[in-house]
């Protein structure tokens, strides 16, 4: 060591304290660099959980980032004796000339802390929605969903959001708590229709497609009223009524998975198509401009008879 140091003083002519702190830093980072390499090649490839493998690479990089940063810290600082006074010098650098830096390695603390969102979730941070594919100490990224593209499909675009952003956006988690959203599909039928049947056929297409969640959901509501409050009375499928300018509005209101969400509503929708298509008194409606007729169309007892107008030239 000591002639490999004489042979870089000479060539580099660095002194010699100066030579060694270069060396030791270098090999620092060596060793720090192979060793992440081993957790990941013999010990992560062996897990079978993405979920957890991904969780203890990123874990073992961070404690071995932070040894070191400890490490060179007592290298190249003179009188740094103990962890304190390191973070104490590096958290004064750092509230002074990175501010920005600071709050979002705050807010990456807070996420590994308090655990608003983990990698996976599908979340909204302000405008922007997506699945959680990576958590680093100054943002996290997003596979962006919905935008221009319906339903909350993925657009395919990658989102980096500053960890600092959940201190001052509110954070929509679909993934936490519930587990499950509500989803509502408006069917809109003619007045002329007959509105019973239609809701009796949309109830039986909601059970089919949604009946087998709300067991499911009735678990997870108990687990999360542990946490929040969080109650509902009724989890099965329903059919609201009510009446727009158009026609009879027939809302099915049911539970299903975030990221089935596109698929229950498309299989819903091809299901009431086919049902409705053998009905001969179910029509959807849609905005048209019409004349009615009291006279023929009208109820019975507002309907005016031809013989009561009164007569115009009198007699």
């Known amino acids: 060591m000591d002639a490999l140091i004489g042979w870089l003083q000479r060539a580099t002519g660095l002194n010699p304290d100066l030579l060694h702190k270069v060396l030791t830093s270098v090999l620092t980072v060596l060793v720090v660099w192979v060793l992440h390499r081993l957790i990941v090649v013999l010990v992560l490839k062996h897990i079978g959980d993405l979920r957890l493998r991904y969780r203890l690479k990123k874990t073992s990089g961070y404690v071995l980032f932070l040894g ?9 600082f003179e009188g740094f004796q103990t962890v304190a006074t390191f973070f104490g010098l590096l958290s004064a650098g750092i509230a002074i000339a990175l501010r920005d830096l600071l709050v979002n390695l705050a807010g990456w603390i807070f996420i590994i802390w308090r655990r608003p969102l983990e990698v996976g979730d599908r979340i909204q941070v302000g405008e922007h929605a997506g699945d959680v594919i990576d958590i680093r100490v100054f943002q996290f990224t997003l596979m962006e969903i919905g935008n221009w593209v319906g339903a909350d499909q993925s657009t395919g675009r990658i989102i980096h959001i500053p960890n600092g952003r959940v201190f001052t956006e509110p954070i929509a988690n679909y993934s936490k708590g519930f587990q499950y959203i509500w989803n509502e599909v408006p069917v809109l039928i ?3 229709s007959n509105w019973r049947k ?6 039986e297409i909601a059970a089919r497609h949604a009946e087998h969640l709300s067991k499911a959901a009735e678990e997870k509501v108990r687990e999360a009223a542990r946490k929040f409050m969080i109650f509902y009375t009724k989890l099965t499928p329903t059919v609201y009524t009510s009446v727009e300018e158009s026609g009879i509005l027939l809302t099915i209101r049911y ?6 969400r596109r698929n229950s509503e498309q299989a819903i929708w091809e299901d009431i198509l086919s049902e409705f298509a053998k009905c001969d008194d179910i029509d959807f409606a849609y905005p048209t401009r019409r004349y009615f007729d009291n006279v023929v169309e009208g109820k019975p007892g507002t309907r005016r008879s031809a013989t009561s107008e009164p007569n115009p030239g009198g007699s």
């Open 68 to 76: 070191a940063v400890i490490v060179l810290g007592r290298i190249w």
């Open 190 to 192: 003619t007045f002329e």
């Open 198 to 203: 239609a809701k009796e056929i949309l109830l």
């Open 255 to 260: 539970l299903c998975e975030p990221r089935r």
